[in-house]
Nanobody, 119 residues
Framework: QVQVVESGGGLVQPGGSLRLSCAAS????????MAWYRQAPGNQRELVAS???????NYADSVKGRFAISRDNAKYTVYLYMNSLTPEDTAVYYC?????????????WGQGTQVTVSS
């Protein structure tokens, strides 16, 4: 049994910062790529940032220079550092992870954490 759980969302003023965390737990053999997605009301879910096991990153154009993804493979955890937040960043943020278990490779989603940017 594998769980992926996000934390760190909340209400922040424009220009502020937040750090999201996502921890995987359970019968994990190893991790593959980990990523953050977001979905705003009425919009499709979109990729925000991703990082491979070896550390290669990819960012959506809308967050480049403001957001940073990092991971701690020993803790099965990925982080999203969000700076210079704007109301357009308001969304539910989801963690996504490729996880190897004894049964093979599977893709997992977290339950999401709300980020609201408002004054």
């Amino acid at each position: 049994q594998v769980q992926v759980v996000e934390s760190g969302g909340g209400l922040v003023q424009p220009g502020g910062s937040l750090r999201l965390s996502c921890a995987a737990s359970g019968s994990i053999v190893s991790l593959g790529s980990m990523a953050w997605y977001r979905q705003a009301p009425g919009n499709q879910r979109e990729l925000v940032a991703s990082m491979t096991f070896s550390g290669r990153t990819n960012y959506a154009d809308s967050v480049k220079g403001r957001f940073a993804i990092s991971r701690d493979n020993a803790k099965y955890t990925v982080y999203l550092y969000m700076n210079s937040l704007t109301p357009e960043d308001t969304a539910v943020y989801y963690c996504n992870a490729d996880i190897w278990t004894a049964s093979g490779l599977r893709n997992y989603w977290g339950q999401g954490t709300q980020v609201t940017v408002s004054s």
